[in-house]
């Protein structure tokens, strides 16, 4: 009886033992570190980034690009929608954004996670979203960029303008 007894202490001490090796395993998971970006500037809004250039950080030789702005924010079923806006000092031929990408922290580096183009013809002021793939990976870090593009109209060497933008990095949870 004493033996039965001894071995059922022994029994439930290494049950108690293994639980408790299985949750530590659990909180060493849920503490992962997460990659934090070496370059780019963090948002101060959760699941929201901002451009960091805007009109005043424009110099004085934007002669065809007078108005820009660019946003990022975290949408339902983990996926991004980025905001654009370019603006023409007067009617372009075409105006926008070129290489609007969403871009994600990995491995030390900017990842490209999507990329397209937003161009009007024939307007002096062109804006719109872009959308990523939903179900993004969470626990990442996550930036937009853009070329804000604009071409002046005219047949004989029509100048042309770009100006480099990107937001602020979200953590996508």
Known sequence: MK?????SISLLLVGI???G??????????????DKPTTGVESTVEGYGE???SEPSMTRSSTL??????????????????NFATGGIAVMAKIGGKDITIER????KWVTVCQTDRIAENVSFHSGSYFSPTN???????????LHYAK??????PGSQEFYNETTYILLQ
């Open 136 to 146: 993004l990976p969470a626990g990442y870090y996550y930036r937009a960029t853009i």
């Open 21 to 34: 090796v299985m949750n530590l395993s659990v909180c060493a998971e849920s503490t992962q570190q997460i």
């Open 3 to 7: 033996r039965a007894v001894t071995k």
């Open 51 to 53: 451009g960091i250039y």
């Open 152 to 157: 002046e109209q005219g047949w004989f060497f």
């Open 105 to 108: 922290w990995e491995n030390g």
């Open 17 to 19: 033992l293994l639980i």
């Open 65 to 82: 690009i007078n108005r820009i702005s660019l946003t990022i924010a975290q949408v339902d079923n983990r996926g991004l929608r980025v």
